[in-house]
């Protein structure tokens, strides 16, 4: 018998993407419902890749009342909110990134995003259904509250703050076929203050994928709040597209909303007020050649090769390292991802299936 049980422990230790984690303490959580969303956390990929199934309430409506308006005031609401306690730690914020929109030769909108930063992190596949909102599914960067590869299923790591997941998310899909990216840019951070309540960067797009089914809600939304930038040294704009096709890039130029439409962006300014201030010219060149020489055509299989085009390899530079490449079919409302630049292996999801090895 001990035999077999060293036999079975030994296997389970060896396989590359077991979905049986380690049991990790969470000692802040209290909450039934919590607790129920941070056991559902799964390792895809020897701690690289994690997906979470979030049905417990994050609050987002009381979010929005409080005028959450920064990283810490976010982290705060959570840790009051969430866990009664103090809030999780946070890490620097900042992100390089490229992003475009097109349709497949069947007419089927799908979106495509590289998430660029160089730091200790490891990604997670969230999914989320409010009570009073849409289902969506998203990636979250959980370096954010300080985990690193593997740590959510190292078994000593406490998991409390895994709460905030759904307000880590960098993009994401809805059910209605929105799709959401943040990207950062260079300059002046926004902080409007027009009397309108606050909020801030990745509440936002929190605040996009549970309340907007397209395009043009999203924009009304976000019409009736001051943005503020969640770093203090740089600025952030958006990528929306929906499954109707429409696609705009959003941008606070320096506290007005500039919406332009077009349907890729990377990490310098579109709107021409702002002269074009930024970087990564480079990947918005490729990009640029590739979506018109493609009229915006393109396969699943040729959406992942362009970002993996654009892609970068870990250098001194803050926004290099593409920690995940995703491309979301707003038609079907499937995504399929690649993990730090690994595009021989790719995981496929659905909104109802998170086992990355979804039918797409």
């Known amino acids: 018998m001990k035999t077999i049980t060293a ?18 303490p969470a000692a802040s959580v209290t909450d039934k419902a919590q607790k129920a969303s ?37 982290l705060a609401f959570v840790g009051r909110e969430l866990l009664g306690a103090a809030k999780p730690a946070s890490g620097a914020i900042d992100a390089g990134c490229s992003a475009f929109a097109g349709r497949t030769e069947e007419g089927k909108p799908i979106y495509g995003r590289n998430f ?3 730091m200790k992190m490891t990604a997670v596949m969230v999914r989320t259904a409010p009570k009073d909102g849409y289902r969506s599914i998203g990636m979250a960067d959980a370096g954010w509250v300080g985990y690193d590869i593997g740590s959510l299923s190292d078994g000593k790591s406490d998991l409390s703050a895994a709460v905030a997941m759904p307000y ?58 001051d943005m503020n930038s969640s770093m203090e040294t740089a600025n952030f704009h958006f990528l929306l597209s929906d499954a109707d096709g429409k696609n705009v890039v959003l941008e606070y130029t320096i506290d007005d909303m500039t919406v332009i439409d077009t349907n890729y962006v990377a990490n310098h300014y579109l709107a021409p007020k702002m002269h074009g201030l930024g970087h990564a010219y480079d ?35 803050a926004t290099s390292m593409t920690q995940w490449s995703v491309v979301y079919n707003l038609h079907d409302l499937t995504a399929q991802v690649a993990i730090r630049r690994n595009y021989d292996k790719l995981f496929n999801f659905t909104l109802a299936d998170l086992s990355g090895k979804a039918k797409i």
Do not use: W
């Not at 918005?284 to 020489?293: C, E, I, P, Q, Y």
């Open 283 to 317: 990947r918005f060149a490729v990009l640029d050649s590739a979506v018109k020489f493609k009229k915006s055509i393109f396969t699943p299989f040729e959406a992942m090769s362009l970002l993996s085009l654009v892609s970068q390899p870990e250098t001194e530079e």
């Open 38 to 74: 941070i056991s559902t956390i799964k390792d895809l990929d020897n701690g690289r890749l994690y997906v979470m199934d979030y049905t417990a309430d994050y609050k987002l409506d009381k979010m929005l009342q409080q005028n959450v308006n920064s990283v810490d005031t976010m």
């Open 116 to 118: 660029d930063y160089k």
């Open 168 to 225: 880590l998310i960098m993009d994401g899909m809805n059910e209605k076929g929105l799709a959401v990216s943040v990207l950062k840019l260079d300059g002046k951070p926004t902080h409007q203050r027009t009397g309108k309540p606050q909020i801030t960067t990745t509440a936002a797009l929190r605040l996009m994928l549970d309340k907007a089914a397209n395009v043009d809600e999203a924009l009304a939304l976000l019409e009736k709040y």
């Open 7 to 24: 036999l079975l422990m030994a296997t389970l230790i060896m396989c590359p993407c077991s979905s049986i984690m380690a049991k990790n």
